[in-house]
């Protein structure tokens, strides 16, 4: 079973508008990731936070860690039409080895 | 720097014939990560390979499936014989070590008729 789930499962918005995406997870972590995948090809990194980090941001990404309620949220300001994608938290599990996806948030972007 | 290669990009079988999939990693990666994602959901792992041994594949169906990777580098999933359910996407991607970021090629898109 995946380890993370996405809220909400898809999101609407118009260009120049902020999309935030939520992430939940079950288990204490070492540290989560965000990706994101356009349709038909492969899943990019965006983004990893660490467990003792609460923020970080690169560019136009703010992503958030609250580790005692084991949710994260990814929010893109002034999103444009290339933003447009699935976006997916990863979290790697504390002693475990292996990233964990979780079922994503499809975000259209209209111009 | 090339990202991570594979191929072929779709792949359309009847059921219960033979199909492989090949990786190439990127260069010096020794962590290599075959993901199975079905439509709408996120990757699951099936098998990871730290240099060329498997030291993951508890969520590899062994009856019928199996991997490779000799020589560390090069990789390739193979499946036999191919059921309807194993119509999906399937991911190979690539990390520098363990526990950092992973690099994901575009996928194999099987359909299974």
């Known amino acids: 079973s995946q380890q993370g789930e996405e809220d909400p499962q898809a999101l609407s918005i118009q260009e120049g508008e902020n999309a935030t995406m939520n992430c939940s997870y079950k288990?204490?972590?070492?540290?989560l990731q965000w990706y994101r995948q356009n349709s038909g090809r492969g899943l990019v990194h965006l983004i990893l936070?660490?467990?003792?980090?609460r923020e970080k941001h690169s560019g136009r990404l703010r992503v958030t860690l609250d580790t005692s309620k084991k949710s994260s949220s990814l929010l893109i300001t002034a999103s444009r039409a290339a933003d447009t994608a699935s976006y997916f938290c990863?979290?790697?599990?504390?002693?475990?080895?292996?990233?964990?996806f979780g079922t994503g948030t499809r975000l259209t972007v209209i111009p | 720097e090339a990202g991570v290669v594979q191929s072929p990009r779709y792949k359309i079988i009847e059921k219960k014939q033979p199909v492989a999939f090949w990786c190439n990693p990127i260069?010096?990666?020794?962590?290599l990560y075959w993901y199975l994602q079905n439509l709408g959901q996120g990757p699951e792992l099936l098998i990871r390979?730290?240099?060329?041994?498997?030291?993951?594949d508890s969520q590899l169906p062994k009856d019928r499936f199996s991997a490779e990777r000799l020589k560390g580098v090069d990789s390739t999933l193979k499946i036999q014989p191919a059921e309807l359910g194993d119509s999906a996407v399937y991911l190979c991607?690539?990390?520098?070590?363990?526990?950092?970021?992973?690099?994901f090629g575009a996928g194999t898109r099987l359909s299974v008729l």
């Open positions: 990863a979290t790697d599990g504390a002693g475990a080895n292996n990233l964990f």
């Open positions: 936070i660490r467990s003792n980090e």
């Open positions: 260069s010096g990666h020794n962590t």
């Open positions: 991607a690539s990390s520098s070590r363990l526990g950092s970021i992973q690099y």
């Open positions: 288990t204490s972590i070492n540290n």
């Open positions: 390979y730290e240099n060329e041994e498997a030291v993951d």
